[in-house]
């Protein structure tokens, strides 16, 4: 069941400086992973994994901090 729609009229806008860092907060993770040859290399190793895969497994671990992150801030 969906919730009742709200008019446009009674909406609350959400705050031009609020919007920006939840933007920046999504967007981190993304730049992050997006420019390749940051991470596309071998060493340092860490327990014999490359370091192109230790910081995927990272950023799969930190993507979802960042969101709900954006999450607070649009929410609060």
């Known amino acids: 069941m969906s ?3 709200v008019p ?3 909406r609350k806008r959400l705050p031009t400086r609020a919007a920006v860092v939840a933007g920046l907060l ?7 992973l997006a420019i390749v040859p ?4 071998e060493t340092p190793k860490l327990w014999g994994f490359p370091f192109f895969y230790w910081y ?10 960042f969101t709900y ?4 801030v649009i929410a609060r």
């Open 38 to 41: 940051v991470y596309s290399r």
């Open 26 to 32: 999504l967007l981190i993770p993304l730049i992050a």
């Open 56 to 65: 995927a497994i990272l950023w799969t671990l930190l993507a979802p901090v």
């Open 3 to 5: 919730a009742p729609a």
């Open 8 to 10: 446009s009229s009674q």
């Open 69 to 72: 992150s954006a999450y607070l």
